[in-house]
Structure formats: C-alpha cells, structure tokens
C-alpha cells in the first residue's frame, strides 16, 4: 500500500428536518452573526426558512446573500465578501447547490482581508485562515460539501479552481428533506454527476488510496440503488436520503483521490454554453469510459458489479468497460436527459475549441487512467456529438 494522506470533515449531521437543528449547530461553533450564501430559487422556494427561524431562536443575527448564479463568475464572490464585512459576520453557511457552497468557502477565507482571491487560485495557495463554515447541500451531486475544492469562472469561457484543505467545513447538514422538490432532470444530471466524482476517484490514476475507494464503492452503490426511484418518485425521502449520502460520500473520495478527464472535457461545455455540470458530466461520460478502457478496463470491472447488479457480466475487463459505457447512455436516456451534444445545439465546428480548452485543466488530465492529447479529446467530444 502507497503512502497516503486523507483529509476530510470533521462533523456530519444526517437526517430529515436535521437543517432545523441549524441554530444549535452555529451556536455550539459561537457564531453570533451567521451570513447564509445561497441563491434566489432557495428563497422563493422557502427552503431557508426552516434554517432562519432556527438560528433567530438562538439570537443569531442572520443577513442571507442570494445573488449566487449557477457557474458564479468572481465577481459574485467579491460581491458577497463586500457584504459580509459590511455585516460583520463571524459565521458563514453555505446553503443550496454547489455553487453556493463554492462561493461559501471563499467568501470564508476571504473575509478576513488576508488574501486576495486572485492570489488563492491553483493549489495550497491559502496561507491564512477562514471564518467557521457550514455547508447544507440542497442537491444529491456536487459533493462540494465533503471537498477541498472551489471552482469560479473567470472569464466568458474560462474557469479557475482554489484547491486547500482550509476550504474544508467544519460541519455539514444533510437534510434529504431540502431536495424533495427538485425537478426530476435536476436530480438526474446531479446523481449522475455524483456517480462520475465515485468513478472517476476509484480510477485516479494520482492519489487513489483505499478510504477513498471504500467511500467510492458505497458511493456507487447507494445512488445505483436509488437514483432512477429519485428521479421518477421525486417525494421518496428514503431514496433522497440516499442519494444525499451517496454525493457526500462520493465528494469525500473525490477530494482526496481527484477527478479526471470526465471533468476536463466537461468544464468548457458549461463554460461556453451554459450547460449544467452534472449534464456536462453525462454527456462525455460514457464517451471517456471507451477512451479509458485500454488503461483502465481493470478498475471499471471492479466496479461494474455495484452500478449493474445481478448483470452476468464479461469476463474480458474491456468488454465490461463498453457495458458500463452503454450502460450510462442507457440510462441517461432513460432519465429524460439529453445524450448526444447535437441534441444541445452545439455547434460541431466549435469542437476544436472545446478541445482546446478542455487541454487546460491539466489539473485533472494528469489523473486521468490514460493520457489525454489534444487530438484524444477532439475524438472524445466527436464521438459525443
């Protein structure tokens, strides 16, 4: 066994109506001035309120910065630090999908004036320390919750990521009750999403270490179990629980044994055309498995019998990786989610430039099972064309 080192959340709070235990938790951590990161759809929904009054009932002022946008550009975050210190906050919690949680982290380390956010971009580059921090995830995909990673958009098509174990929470909220009103293509591109961060930890080719597989494997196996019921019984609070778990558990392997080439080639479709991440994540999935399977076949057998159970699989490891493969268009399909990139009006002409962009995320490239050249990922988004 490699050496290895695993970092995660110290506290993790599950169960149902478990965010109204909101005001317990921030005052136990002495957070008297708490400033919720979420975003409008949070608020018109009402999915705060519960959390709000539990934290008024604690005598913790709460101010709530809901401009977060999907893929939030810097600009949102220093639009947040600017109201956090006019509110004095001592406490920050992230609440909604990944990109409040993501914004949350920084808006943290931010706050304190040590740094600016241009000079934390890339890895181990926060020197300072962070604000207490609370995340309560409202989808079953990002993991960001359980990572060590915040990704913000810097430019029209660009993207840059801060990677610190200082943008680890001190304590996460899973409440499966928040996600019973997601919309069903939602809470399919977001467990697919979450299914990708288990994959894609198990067969990292830097890092891989057995916590992170453990956490994997039940990852897969939670969200096979239950994703399909999420979707079509969208009030199924056994199969969001689930599905909640199943992404947290899924962002803690990621977070230590990091993603690869599923996510470098999905960053620029959601970069240039807007495309949710977990549906960027599906669409090029099954497409990078097929890429892969001559490095990596013999990871993905082993994890084949968790996503297709009581299958009577192949013996061959590349035969079963093309299984998998069919497997994930399959099922995307059957999920109502888009399969193919001309579906989403893509332009086929704008491949070169995808793959160009997808060639600088040589942070995820280098754990990838296979080495990835540019004339691999322009035949990757040709094949998901």
Known sequence: MNDFLFSTVADVIVGTDSSKQ???????????????VTDPGIVKFGLLDAAVESLQSHHIAVHTYSDVVADPPASVVMDAVQIAQDFACDGVIGFGGGS?????????????????????????????????????PTTAGTGSEATMVSIITTGETTKAGVVSRTLLADKIILDAGLTLGLPPAVTA??????????????????????????LACEALRLMTGNLEIAVKQGDNIEARSAMLLGAMLAGQAFANAPVAAVHALAYPLGGNYHIPHGLSNSLVLPHVLRF?????????????????????????????????????????????????????????????????????????LINNPREVSLKDALAIYHEAF
Do not use: C, W
Not at 189 to 212: C, Q, W, Y
């Open 22 to 36: 909101l005001g317990d938790v921030a005052t136990s951590m002495g957070i008297q001035r708490a400033l919720i």
């Open 100 to 136: 409040s949680m993501d914004v949350a982290k920084l808006l943290a380390v931010l706050i304190t004036g040590e740094q600016t956010l241009d000079a934390i971009y890339g890895v181990d580059q926060i020197t300072g320390g962070r604000l207490p921090l609370i995340q309560v």
């Open 189 to 214: 591109a977001t467990g697919i999403d979450a299914m990708v961060h288990a994959i894609e930890a198990f067969t990292s080719k830097r890092l891989k270490n057995p916590l992170s597989d453990m």
């Open 292 to 364: 892969n399977a001559s490095h990596g076949a013999a990871l993905y057998a082993q994890l084949a019998p968790i996503i297709l159970p009581g299958r009577t699989l192949p013996e061959d490891a590349v035969a079963v990786t093309e299984l998998l493969a069919d497997h994930f268009l399959a099922l995307a399909a059957d999920l109502g989610l888009p399969t193919s990139l001309q579906q989403l009006d893509i332009d086929k002409n704008d491949l070169p430039k995808l793959a160009e962009e997808a060639m600088l995320q040589q942070r995820l």
